[in-house]
C-alpha cells in the first residue's frame, strides 16, 4: 500500500527509486532485481509524478506555495504565508516525507527531536550528494538544514529559491 510517507510509490518504486538515485542504471536495477529492463523502465516511468504528486499534496496540507520541485531528488521549495518563513518538504526512500520550516537558530537546544532532526538532514544531505565539512555535520539542526538546502539545486548562488 502506498501512502503520503512514500510518497504514493510502491515498495518496489521506492526501491528501484532508491537503486536510481545511489547511480545504479536500469540495466543494472534490472539484473540485481533478477527482471526485465522494460518492467524498470516501466517503473521508472511512473516515479516522477508520483513523487510530484505526495510533494504537491504535502505542500497543500501545510499551506505551502511551491516555488520549486524536483521530483528526482525528491525536494519541494516553497513559502508559507501563514509563518512567513520558506519551506523545504523532502521524500527520501529512507526517512519518507518531512516538511521543514526556516525559522530561528538557537531554539535546537531546547528540542526533545534535536537528535532525530540532525540524524535525518544528515541522511537527507548524503542522499542528495550533498558534502559537509565535519564542522558543518556538528551543527544545530536549525543551522545544519539552513547549509543543506541552500546546496541542492533550484537555489541562486545566494542560497535563494528560484522563483
Request: hydrophobic share 35%; aromatic share 6%.
Amino acid at each position: 500500500m502506498s501512502d503520503l510517507h512514500s510518497g504514493y510509490l510502491t515498495g518496489r518504486q521506492l526501491h528501484v527509486w532508491d537503486l536510481l538515485r545511489s547511480g545504479l542504471s536500469q540495466s543494472q536495477i534490472a539484473r540485481k532485481l533478477s527482471i526485465s529492463r522494460q518492467a524498470v523502465n516501466q517503473l521508472v516511468q511512473a516515479i516522477p509524478q508520483k513523487v510530484t504528486a505526495a510533494l504537491s499534496d504535502a505542500a497543500k496540507l501545510n499551506r505551502v506555495e511551491p516555488r520549486y520541485v524536483d521530483s528526482n531528488k525528491g525536494v519541494l521549495f516553497g513559502w508559507s504565508r501563514e509563518f512567513e518563513a520558506e519551506v523545504v518538504i523532502t521524500l527520501n526512500p529512507g526517512v519518507g516525507l518531512r516538511v521543514w520550516y526556516q525559522h530561528s537558530f538557537g531554539r535546537c537546544n531546547v528540542c526533545q527531536d534535536r537528535r532525530q532532526c540532525k540524524s535525518t538532514l544528515l541522511r537527507i544531505s548524503e542522499d542528495l550528494g550533498i558534502s559537509l565539512t565535519q564542522q558543518e555535520r556538528e551543527l544545530e539542526p536549525s543551522r545544519l538544514s539552513s547549509v543543506v538546502f541552500s546546496r541542492v539545486p533550484g537555489r541562486d548562488d545566494e542560497g535563494r529559491m528560484r522563483r
